[in-house]
């Protein structure tokens, strides 16, 4: 639902809102919800002359893709303690070591 406000909020240009949507816990489940979809907000703002939105929601899917990449990178270089062993996780590990740790994982 929150992702629907983010697009009318980009839609008539209230900059604030999308704020505080970013800069809230919600930030990754918003943003999770929507960078899938064929347009994207940004798209919209940009559609209806809101350029500072825009840009503003281009930096915010920069910055967590590229905060994936890198802790994607750092997770499979790093040894975890699991039961007793240190092992590098990839895979299926390193998958339930996301799932089971989202907010720790999020923003490097």
């Known amino acids: 639902m929150l992702s629907l ?3 009318v909020a980009a839609e008539i240009g ?3 809102f999308i704020d505080i949507i970013f800069n809230s ?13 064929l ?11 809101n350029e500072e939105i825009a840009n503003y929601l ?5 910055r967590y893709e590229r905060n994936q990449i890198i802790l994607t ?5 790093i040894r975890f303690p699991i039961g ?6 990839h895979g299926p590990k390193l998958t339930r070591l996301f799932h089971k740790y989202p907010d720790v994982f999020w923003d490097i």
């Open 73 to 77: 990178y750092l997770l499979t270089q």
């Open 5 to 7: 406000l983010v697009y």
């Open 58 to 62: 281009e930096d915010v899917t920069k």
């Open 39 to 49: 347009t994207l907000p940004e798209t919209i703002a940009r559609d209806h002359g």
């Open 14 to 16: 209230a900059q604030q």
């Open 25 to 37: 816990s919600a930030r990754r489940v918003v943003h999770n919800a929507y960078k899938g979809n």
């Open 84 to 89: 007793g062993e240190h092992v590098t996780c």
